[in-house]
């Protein structure tokens, strides 16, 4: 086993790469000659001038905005319809409700959102709502897994004594088991609401609204200042949203 | 009062999102989704299109390879920049180098904050346009993001193992790259390893998502029939995916366990 760990699989990584580079056929050559370098390089400084302009300014600002609701609509809706699913799912109304809505989750799950996107686009017509919709959908996936699971370990003993004490099964859902996972169900809408601000400035790249969309079409159009407004915008919030969250993060968190 | 404050808020973000769930149901669409989603079943098995699939499983797998060699052989010199274990002006202050010093190493963090914070997907769309459609974009996308990520977490694991080696090699007067060979690297491998075989898994699901903007493999595949509303060809690449992705998670983690 251990011939087998100290020289197969270090030589099966050699042979994997080798094999990758070769099936590519990269063409490394006329990248790197001075003519293909050059190109490059007349292409990347038409970034280097972003263009600043009042009124693309404004367009950002709107398209970040657009950005923000749609990740933020999509989470909602994803954590509604998640929770919906977490219920079956946990096992409350049986074992084949059980596979099912697990099935159903997996499969949410298993595409991700730019898939999802594209064939929302097909579905409700280009712009920001195919886009909410697409996060919705794959959010409802991870969410609807994780609220499941926590949903089996919270305690039964509180929701247990309400049914005993003679009240009906939502009430002692809603007192009973709800208060106990409420803080959990926040921490994980939050979080992924987090990675859906990020995906949501990439799902354009489809025709799914928001930041992406403009700057897809800004390279289409080979307005490369423009493109370089959107992708500094993009930044901007990427790291925005990072640090906010490291910051709550250390407030709330570790506390 | 809350509720009211929640509209307040929400509303304003239904309308830029233009949310209508309406259209989903609305008669002609639903028409076209309907004829769509029935030719999911069966999925596409000829012979030619089997070949094609496989084709574009291939070439996705060997961008994700690819890319992360790449990214390997960027992140490894940097992460040697930017970790402050190798440092010699924190020799004789108890671990904490001198303040120029730091600000020296800031260039380098910083190079890797920016490869990393823009998404993968928009490398590959930028290098679309500078290198043409094809599998070239997708690596040179996967290598650059990726070299940011692994850069970063190879620099904190360096900072992570015990520091006590590498000092007392650097004191002795060897070299720095000869201090991290024996003093760090022999206690940041097994670490080192398995968090590169997570991002190599990560990197196969890149690689898939980053076609739809042309940047090869299935994911570009999976864009063309999409495009020509080929509902059996979607269902057959989209199978292959989960295949694809349960398979590199298997060996991720088979890998990781002979590492950890």
New interface residues.
């Given amino acids: 086993m251990s011939l087998l ?1 100290r020289l197969l ?1 270090p030589a099966g990584l050699v042979a ?2 080798v ?3 070769a ?2 056929q ?2 490394s050559a006329a ?1 790197l000659s001075r003519d293909g370098l050059a ?2 390089a007349a ?2 400084s038409g970034f280097m001038a972003p263009d600043l302009s009042p009124a693309h300014l404004q367009a950002i600002a709107r398209g970040t ?2 950005t ?3 990740s ?3 989470t ?1 809706l994803a954590a509604l319809f998640g929770l919906l699913l977490a219920l079956p799912a946990a096992g409350r109304f049986g074992l084949l409700a059980q596979a099912a809505s697990r099935l159903l989750l997996n499969a949410l799950r ?3 959102e ?2 999802w996107a ?2 929302m686009v ?4 280009l ?3 195919a ?3 697409a996060l919705a959908l794959h959010t409802a996936g991870v969410l609807g897994r994780l609220f499941a699971e926590a949903l089996e370990n919270t305690p039964p003993q509180p929701a247990d004594a309400l049914r005993l004490a003679g009240s009906g099964h939502i009430a002692a859902f809603c007192y009973g088991t709800l208060p106990s996972l409420w803080p959990q169900l926040v921490a994980y809408t939050l979080y992924r609401w987090e990675n859906n601000i ?1 995906m949501a ?2 799902l354009g ?2 025709g799914a ?1 928001g930041l992406g969309q403009m ?2 079409m800004s ?1 289409s159009l080979f307005q490369e200042a423009q493109a370089s407004t959107v ?1 500094l915008a ?2 901007a919030m ?2 925005a949203v ?1 640090s906010l969250s490291a910051w709550a993060r250390q407030r709330w968190v570790r506390g | 009062m809350l509720t009211l404050l929640a509209v307040a808020l929400l509303w304003p973000g239904v309308r830029l999102s233009e949310l209508d769930l309406g259209v989903l149901f609305d008669g002609s669409n639903a028409d076209t989704m309907g004829t769509f989603l029935s030719a999911f079943w069966p999925p596409e098995h000829s012979g030619e299109f089997l070949g094609l699939l496989w084709q574009a499983t291939l070439e996705t797998l060997a961008i994700a390879t690819a890319g992360m060699t790449l990214a390997l052989a960027v992140a490894i010199p940097c992460a040697l920049l930017a970790t402050r274990v190798l440092s010699l002006s924190a020799l004789s202050r108890g671990g904490r180098p001198a303040w120029w010093a730091q600000a020296l190493r800031w260039p380098v963090r910083g190079l890797l904050i920016v490869l990393r914070s823009i998404p993968e997907i928009v490398w590959a769309l930028l290098f679309v346009r500078a290198v043409g459609l094809g599998p070239t974009a997708g690596v040179l996308a996967i290598a650059i993001t990726y070299a940011g990520m692994l850069g970063k977490v190879y620099a904190e694991i360096f900072e992570s193992v015990d520091p006590l080696p590498a000092r007392a090699l650097l004191g002795a007067g060897a070299s720095r790259l000869q201090a991290f060979l024996y003093g760090v690297l022999p206690q940041a491998t097994g670490e080192m390893l398995s968090y590169s075989v997570y991002r190599w898994e990560c990197a196969i699901r890149a690689s898939v998502v980053m076609g739809f903007v042309g940047a090869g493999g299935l994911g570009q595949q999976m864009d063309l029939s999409m495009r020509m509303f080929a509902g059996g060809e979607v269902a057959a690449m989209l199978l292959t995916f989960l295949a694809l992705v349960l398979l590199a998670d298997l060996l991720s983690r088979m890998l990781r366990w002979r590492f950890a």
């Fill in positions: 760990s699989i994997a790469v094999a990758a580079f099936f590519l990269l063409e990248l190109q490059m292409y990347a905005l657009e923000l609701a749609m933020a609509i999509g909602l298993a595409i991700p730019l898939v594209a064939l097909l579905a409700a017509g712009g920001p709502n886009g909410t919709l990020r400035s990439v790249f489809v609204g700057l897809y390279l992708i993009m930044l990427v790291l990072d």
